[in-house]
């Protein structure tokens, strides 16, 4: 998961989390919609490489900038400032999110304390006999 902190414009202290690809522009079908001056329609992309990186990609004629350099296309690390027209935004990755795994691991340790609950009450009764 990716997230967009918006430092500008009309959505001025938003956070967008979503998850790659993502386009942003001014378009309502935009991943990231951004009705701002200076904001094409399909304004970039941002997806996930085959190397696992995170790159950003000017579609059309959109100037991008990151960190106040000029881009085309570029690899996004977290922290990074994001120039589309009017709008900064500063890039982060999300924080990773574990799906609640408490009842299954408490499930987990029941069964193993039983089994050897169990185990212990066999060699008692082997003992004995």
């Known amino acids: 998961m990716i997230e967009l902190r918006l430092l500008s414009g009309v959505r001025k202290g938003e ?11 001014r378009a309502p079908s935009s991943g990231l919609c ?4 200076g904001v094409w329609d399909s ?3 941002i997806e996930c490489a085959t190397d696992g990186r995170l790159h950003l990609t000017a579609v059309g004629e959109g100037g991008v900038s990151i960190d106040s350099k000029s881009v085309r296309d570029a690899v996004l690390r977290s922290g990074d400032r994001i120039v589309l027209g009017s709008v900064t935004m500063e890039f982060r ?3 990773a999110r574990q799906p609640g795994l408490q009842g299954p691991e408490r499930l987990l340790w029941s ?4 089994a050897a609950l169990f185990q212990l009450t066999l060699l008692g009764l082997l003992a004995v006999a």
Do not use: D, K, Q, W
């Open 15 to 25: 956070s967008v989390s979503a998850r790659p690809p993502l386009t942003i522009g």
């Open 34 to 37: 951004l009705p701002e001056p």
């Open 43 to 45: 304004h970039a992309r």
């Open 93 to 95: 990755l999300a924080p």
């Open 111 to 114: 069964l193993l304390l039983a």
